[in-house]
Structures are given as structure tokens and as C-alpha cells.
């Protein structure tokens, strides 16, 4: 199984940027998706999550600001990012609760980051 996250670059304050995390292998189900970040010399944070039945949640710095949502046929979830701010500078990681066609139990999948740069 592998997470691939993309979607990341330099933006102006007050911009948009989506970034979408793609699940790929030998998949089963996808329970939770969801997107972490971490700035220099601070801890990684969740930021979005996303479960098999629609469950979100934000940290509450991007509550109103960034939308997550998955496409479950393709294995993808997706963080919307509006009026983005430079404190949302960051890399970007996604990881998923996955079951692949060879286990029976959920394991936790991470992609490599996706760097967002947001200047003023």
C-alpha cells in the first residue's frame, strides 16, 4: 500500500490550494483519512480528518477555512484550503487507516509531505 500526498506550493496570503492524498495497492477498505502538518522546530498537528461515513473534524485554526473530503472510488481524500495564512506553512502529510486484501485488521498508512509556503 502507498500514500502518495501532493498538491502543495508557494501562495500569496489569502490564496487557495487543494491538496489530495491517493491511496494505492492492494486495498480492501479505507476507515480514516486524514492530513497532519509540521513547521519548522514546531510538533506535527492534525489538521482534517475524514472517516468512512463522513465524519470531519478540524484543528480549530482551519475551522471555516479548510474543507476535507474523500472520493471513495478513488481511494482519495482531498483538503481544500482557502484564505490561507502564512501560520499554515507547513509540510503536509496524509495518512489512512487501511485494510489491505491480505490483512484482516486496519493499519496506519502515511504519504511523504507536501510542502505549503504561504507568504504575506
Known amino acids: 500500500v502507498r500514500l502518495q500526498a501532493f498538491g502543495g506550493g508557494l501562495v500569496q496570503l489569502g490564496e487557495s490550494l487543494r491538496l489530495s492524498c491517493a491511496a494505492s495497492?492492494?486495498?480492501?477498505?479505507?476507515?480514516?483519512m486524514r492530513w497532519y502538518r509540521q513547521a519548522p522546530d514546531k510538533q506535527r498537528e492534525l489538521v482534517a480528518i475524514?472517516?468512512?461515513?463522513?465524519?470531519?473534524d478540524y484543528v480549530e485554526s482551519g475551522k471555516g477555512r479548510f474543507t476535507i473530503s474523500r472520493d471513495n472510488a478513488k481511494n482519495t481524500a482531498y483538503l481544500q484550503m482557502d484564505s490561507l495564512k502564512p501560520e499554515d506553512t507547513a509540510a503536509y502529510y496524509c495518512?489512512?487507516?487501511?485494510?489491505?486484501?491480505?490483512?484482516?485488521?486496519?493499519?496506519?498508512?502515511w504519504g511523504q509531505g507536501t510542502l505549503v509556503t504561504v507568504s504575506s
Open positions: 495497492g492492494s486495498i480492501a477498505s479505507i476507515y480514516a
Open positions: 495518512n489512512a487507516e487501511i485494510r489491505t486484501t491480505i490483512h484482516s485488521t486496519y493499519r496506519t498508512y
Open positions: 475524514i472517516t468512512t461515513g463522513g465524519y470531519t
